[in-house]
């Protein structure tokens, strides 16, 4: 078992994959995507977002963990885990990071967040008919339950420069 591994945490494009692949780069360790492990184990489906759409929540989150107990007991290396955006929901999955490693939410402002997310128009999982409201009873909820069960919260300043985010994120990992 291995205790080196940094799980990146939190809300639809907080910046998980981005900063993550920058932070592994000045630790010098391999950065994965959990979505990507999960992703590997639905043989047949064109994307994550059919298999969720057809087989539903629950079975996601069992390739969720599947996916990722998988990595673990291949891995020798350190490494950041870029997790999901619902991981907060999938308790079996946040046990088994909480054996492995430390957990980090990534913390965003809700604002930043939409404008981000609707960059690309209006995701399935919010209600195209009020997109800022369905947004914002998300992250209510997920914010308060990653606050809660991630080791540490970092208040993720929105600076122009993203290598500069990734600066003050690194300053308190
Ligand atoms: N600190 C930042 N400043 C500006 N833009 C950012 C920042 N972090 C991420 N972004 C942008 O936001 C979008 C989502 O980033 P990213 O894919 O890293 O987020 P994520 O948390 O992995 O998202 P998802 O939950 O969809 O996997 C990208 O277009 C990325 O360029
Ligand atoms: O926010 C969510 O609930 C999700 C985010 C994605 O990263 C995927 O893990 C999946 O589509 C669920
Ligand atoms: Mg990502």
Redesign the pocket.
């Known amino acids: 078992m291995m205790k080196e591994y940094l799980f990146f945490c939190?809300i639809?494009?907080?910046?998980?994959?981005?900063?993550g692949k920058i932070i592994a780069d000045m630790m010098g360790c391999k950065c994965i995507d959990n979505?990507d492990l999960a992703y590997a184990l639905m043989e047949g489906y064109p994307s994550i977002r059919t298999f969720f759409r057809e087989q539903g929540k629950q079975a996601f989150m069992e390739k969720e963990v599947e996916g990722l107990r998988l990595f673990l007991q291949e891995n020798k290396e350190p490494c950041i885990v870029?997790l999901?955006?619902g991981a907060c929901d999938n308790e079996p999955l946040m046990e088994l990071i909480k054996y492995y490693g430390k957990s980090v939410y990534l913390k965003v402002s809700e604002q930043v967040l939409l404008k981000?997310i609707l960059?690309d128009g209006v995701p399935p999982f919010l209600d195209v008919s009020d997109p800022k409201g369905s947004f914002s009873r998300l992250y209510a909820i997920r914010n308060e339950c990653y606050g809660k069960k991630c080791d540490i919260v970092v208040n993720?300043p929105?600076?122009p420069d993203?290598q500069d985010?990734a600066r003050y994120l690194f300053a308190r990992l």
């Open positions: 939190g639809k494009h907080c910046g998980k994959t981005t900063l979505d870029s999901g955006g981000r960059v993720l929105d600076y993203v985010t």
